[in-house]
């Protein structure tokens, strides 16, 4: 694994570079310790990377689509042959349990690929209305930037579907994350991707992510990451009028219903809320309560919390890492030392750094309570392993609670009557609603994006490949 983490280069028509640039270290959120470097590229490496897939675009905008799609599929096989090695990448990178890293970076990620193939396969290219006949194509070149949380899955969501659609990527995957990325490139690479058609350019947003989404030459942004970066990257977008898909963070709610099974729906709520130490933009957290639940609720909740093992993110028996740095450790901290002082009651966890292990950025698993609709916890996004109670009257008032928030990505309902928890979600301005436990994982061809800070736009299945296509109509 050691030449993995050397390989920190940019990936610009089919060549890998090493590109000049001031150098970042890549800290093991577990060790404290630096794992490798990577560049911070400037604009000429991203110039050449974009310049290299507007090239690439016109001819593979004219493939058939089984050869997009026969891509995709080889590279699947090859995420499957090395999904071991990539997932052990992510878990150095940043601190994600190497079991959940295995589902979520390597098989995950190949399901997309092999989905977005079958639905590009299926795919309306070309439909008729009204005596013209619409023709859709790759619309040019796909500025992607990704976050670190998720990092393998979300490239994935973003390059399967433009590459299905005849579109060509230039990535930039997080500072945090570059390994990762570049261990999928080469797959891409062996299984047959074409000069240019997917580049990568590693480095910081302010430096090689601006000089990124501000290039004449893109068609479209599809970034992913916080409402205050997605607000700068469409602003900057905006100069050019280039086209943004925006996915953004999550305060998402869990409506437990009065005859929901307690123990199932609590360890669901917080197996969902402390996914990936809470880093995770679709975590439940906030749990959303009857009144008349919330006495018996504290003991099973403390129970369900005590299943989450904290500790070294290779031992397959680690439910919960480290925080991904000691600056998100801290913001953590700091929101459940507020909440304390609004009145906050701890139920799990001590508001302190977690002394579960000697290194790490580990925060123990908390369970909030007794806080005020307005409190910080209640209505910002922690991304940390934070779940705040909320109660509510009767269905209407959890309606209200739960839509009472300036984001809309996920929700969850629980309830023994599935007619009855359906009824709920669809009165949720959310873009997804999962019943009963129901993972997006297990459902990779269904789209995935919010409302409202949440952001705009959808990943995956056929939504996703239509992000990255602009449509003709021709009329005779
Ligand atoms: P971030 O916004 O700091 O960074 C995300 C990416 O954007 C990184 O690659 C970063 O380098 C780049 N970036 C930052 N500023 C930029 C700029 N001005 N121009 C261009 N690029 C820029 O977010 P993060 O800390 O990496 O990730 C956590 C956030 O991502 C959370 O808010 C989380 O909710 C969100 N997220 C959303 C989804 C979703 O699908 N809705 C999924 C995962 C994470």
Known sequence: MADTFDRAGCLVGGEWLVPSGPVLEVIDPYSETAVGQVVDAGPQIVDDAVRSAAAAHAGWRETDVTERA???????????????????????EMGMPISLARVTQAQLPADVLRATA???????????????TLVRRGSGVIAAITPWNMPVHQIVAKVSAALAAGSTVVLKASEMTPYDANALAALFLEAGCPPG????????????????????LLAHVSFTGSVVAGRTVASLAAQT?????????????????????????????????LVNSGQACNATT??????????????????????????????????QGPLVSARQRDRVLDY???????????????????????????????ILTGLPEDARAIREEIFGPVIAVQTYTDVDDAVRIANDCAY???????????????????????????????????RPT???GGVKDSGYGRELGHLGIEEFTDVTAVMS
């Open 336 to 366: 459940i030392s507020e909440a304390v002082a609004a009145g906050g009651h701890l139920l799990t966890g001590t508001g302190k750094p977690s002394e579960a292990s000697s290194t790490g950025f580990f925060v123990d698993p908390t």
């Open 197 to 216: 058609v997917f580049n990568v350019v590693t480095g910081t947003g302010a430096v090689t992510g601006s000089a990124l989404v501000g290039h004449p």
């Open 286 to 319: 906030r749990l959303l309560l009857p009144d008349a639940l919330a006495a018996d609720a504290a003991d099973v909740l403390t129970a369900a919390v005590a299943q989450h093992t904290l500790g070294d993110p290779a031992d397959p028996g680690t439910r």
């Open 118 to 132: 079958r639905i590009a396969r299926d795919f309306s290219w070309s439909h008729e209305i009204d005596g013209a």
């Open 408 to 442: 809309g990505l996920s929700a969850e309902v629980w309830s023994s009557d599935v007619d009855r928890a359906r009824a709920v979600a669809g009165r949720l301005d959310v873009g997804q609603v999962k019943i009963n436990g129901v993972r997006t994982r297990n």
């Open 446 to 448: 269904v789209p995935f």
């Open 70 to 92: 026969a891509l995709l599929e080889r590279t699947a096989d090859l995420l499957a042959r090395d999904g071991e090695t990539i997932a052990a990448i992510v878990s150095r």
């Open 241 to 273: 009028l280039t086209r943004c898909t925006l996915e953004l963070g999550g305060k998402s709610p869990a409506v437990v219903l009065p005859d929901a099974d307690l123990e199932t729906a609590l360890a669901g709520v917080v197996a969902s809320g």
